[in-house]
């Protein structure tokens, strides 16, 4: 049996009740207080309001794989781009995704991969759950919860596509992309499916996301369920970065308009319940609130639940020191100046070379893992004005993001004059701004730019062409050994 697919044994559902660990706010919830069972007939799973509890928590459990986000994810994204240098070659903490040097064999893939479909799977199981056994929970509670399901199953295939998938812009997403599992699976025997193409594994991710939009509350009883359950904004937020992946511009501008209807600063939303707006300081949401209104959704982390050593990205980018920031980078960009709060507060020198530490918590790392954040749906919205002629719009969102954290910077003139230099400049500020937050190669591929050399007097790689097989992620042993049609 695939066992990504295994989630529902055929007469046995293992409950996670571990998962309620995830949503550290739920641990007070009394529907989480349930008999101490652990070996449930899949006829019964879905007959106790606390039980679909548990099956809604686990998959938010499944999305927090290590290799997902728990916060791996992320790394194999940035460490594709020219920011990070790697010190070790340690294959077990990212070296080949640094090197884009991975293999189907690889360990990163084959669990990505996984993580990935574990989320899927799980979503599909609630959602079909829940349609065979109305009533036991309130219409309500069933729409949230599928909202909820279909917004991770969303960004779990985004996450897959824009990883294993060419990207929507090489070919208006003709190509293959990855298979689209849209029911439960309980054994083996649905494994050979054929892969859908990008264009249609985009087109299920926006309806999920409408769909979840429409479902999902506008907010939770808490700061932290706002921040780490999805909501209505979430599935609004996510749909800028999809859009903008595809080039449609137009509609990352009417997604976004939703949540920064302003057109000056103080950007901040007003139409939905949960008021997301940029946190004074930068610093806050990475060290010492991590329930901002800035943190549309992020994956918490608790002293019962957490990932620690090679499994840790904070352990890999700021413990054990493993990767170093790139001086011919985004770090000696002028954009990025010195008495940038980001690099004051979210980097430090040790030994002459700069460090990464927007993940600092020591062990047992407790650092919430950022999905999205309003910075990132500010600069989407930017760079989507810019490239449909709103330049002003667009720079008055650029200069909200930057001077936050740098409030005497003055961009010069020529930075934002015409449009390809506010686009250019957009794109800089993406990489100070969501540095380490999973973001940097999607940004590449989606503008069909070659994976830049890179290297110091140690470790050196070579730039991938858009043309080469290693330009995206090769597919998994575990996937090509159980799906004939793949």
């Known amino acids: 049996m695939n066992k990504y697919y295994g989630i529902i044994i055929k007469y046995k559902f293992i409950l996670l009740l571990s998962a309620t660990a995830l949503i550290s706010s739920c641990e007070k919830n009394d529907d989480l207080t349930i008999a101490p069972?652990?070996?449930?007939?899949?006829?019964?799973?879905?007959?106790?309001?606390?039980?679909i509890e548990g099956v809604a928590n686990g998959i938010y459990k499944a999305l927090k794989g290590a290799s997902l986000y728990g916060g791996r994810f992320l790394l194999y994204q940035d460490v594709r781009g020219e920011d990070f240098l790697n010190i070790t070659a340690n294959t077990y903490t990212g070296y080949d995704g640094w090197n884009n040097a991975y293999s189907s064999g690889s360990n990163d893939i084959n669990n990505l991969w996984s993580a990935a479909y574990t989320t899927i799977n799980r979503a599909n199981t609630l959602i079909a759950g829940l349609a065979a056994n109305p009533g036991v929970v309130t219409n309500a509670k069933a729409a949230q919860y599928v909202g909820e399901a279909k917004f991770l199953r969303a960004l779990a295939?985004?996450?897959?596509?824009?990883?294993?998938?060419?990207?929507?812009?090489?070919?208006?997403?003709?190509?293959?992309?990855?298979?689209?599992?849209?029911?439960?699976?309980?054994?083996?025997?649905?494994?050979d499916l054929a892969r859908s193409s990008v264009a249609e594994i985009y087109a299920q991710v926006l309806k999920d996301l409408d769909e979840a939009e429409a479902a999902l509350p506008q907010n939770y009883t808490s700061n932290d369920l706002n921040t780490t359950r999805a909501h209505t904004s979430a599935a609004i937020a996510l749909k800028?970065?999809?859009?903008?992946?595809?080039?449609?511009?137009?509609?990352?501008?009417?997604?976004?308009?939703?949540?920064?209807?302003q057109t000056t600063a103080p950007f901040s939303t007003t139409a939905t319940a949960v008021k997301h707006a940029l946190q004074p300081s930068i610093a806050t949401i990475f060290s010492s609130d991590y329930a901002t209104a800035e943190s549309i959704f992020s994956i918490p982390m608790s002293t019962l639940d957490s990932y620690t050593g090679q499994s840790s990205i904070a352990y890999i980018y700021n413990t054990n020191l493993e990767y170093y920031l790139n001086p011919a980078g985004i770090l000696?960009?002028?954009?990025?100046?010195?008495a940038d709060a980001r690099r004051t507060a979210l980097t430090r020198t040790v030994s002459g070379k700069q460090y990464f530490r927007k993940y600092a918590k020591p062990s047992p790392f407790l650092d919430y893992i950022p999905v999205i954040r309003y910075a990132e749906v500010l600069l989407n919205y930017a760079e989507a004005a810019a490239r449909t002629g709103n330049l002003v719009l667009a720079t008055n969102l650029l200069k909200a993001?930057?001077?936050?954290?740098?409030?005497?910077y003055v961009f010069p003139a020529a930075a934002t004059?015409?449009?390809?230099?506010?686009?250019?400049?957009?794109?800089?500020?993406?990489?100070?701004?969501?540095?380490?937050?999973?973001?940097?190669?999607?940004?590449?591929?989606?503008?069909?730019?070659?994976?830049?050399?890179?290297?110091?007097?140690?470790?050196?790689?070579?730039?991938?062409?858009?043309?080469?097989?290693?330009?995206v992620f090769p597919a998994p042993n575990t996937e090509l050994a159980t799906n004939k049609l793949y």
């Open 157 to 191: 295939y985004y996450d897959l596509v824009i990883s294993f998938g060419q990207p929507y812009n090489k070919d208006a997403g003709a190509s293959k992309g990855v298979p689209l599992r849209l029911k439960a699976e309980a054994g083996p025997e649905n494994n």
């Open 417 to 471: 004059a015409t449009q390809q230099a506010l686009v250019e400049t957009i794109w800089k500020e993406r990489r100070i701004e969501l540095l380490g937050e999973g973001l940097r190669a999607g940004d590449l591929l989606r503008n069909l730019q070659a994976l830049p050399a890179k290297g110091d007097g140690n470790l050196q790689t070579p730039a991938v062409a858009t043309t080469a097989a290693n330009y």
């Open 332 to 338: 000696g960009d002028a954009q990025w100046g010195t």
């Open 401 to 408: 993001v930057h001077q936050r954290s740098d409030a005497a």
């Open 240 to 261: 800028t970065r999809v859009y903008l992946s595809m080039n449609n511009y137009a509609k990352v501008a009417e997604e976004a308009e939703k949540l920064a209807p």
């Open 37 to 51: 069972e652990t070996t449930i007939s899949d006829e019964d799973i879905f007959k106790s309001p606390a039980r």
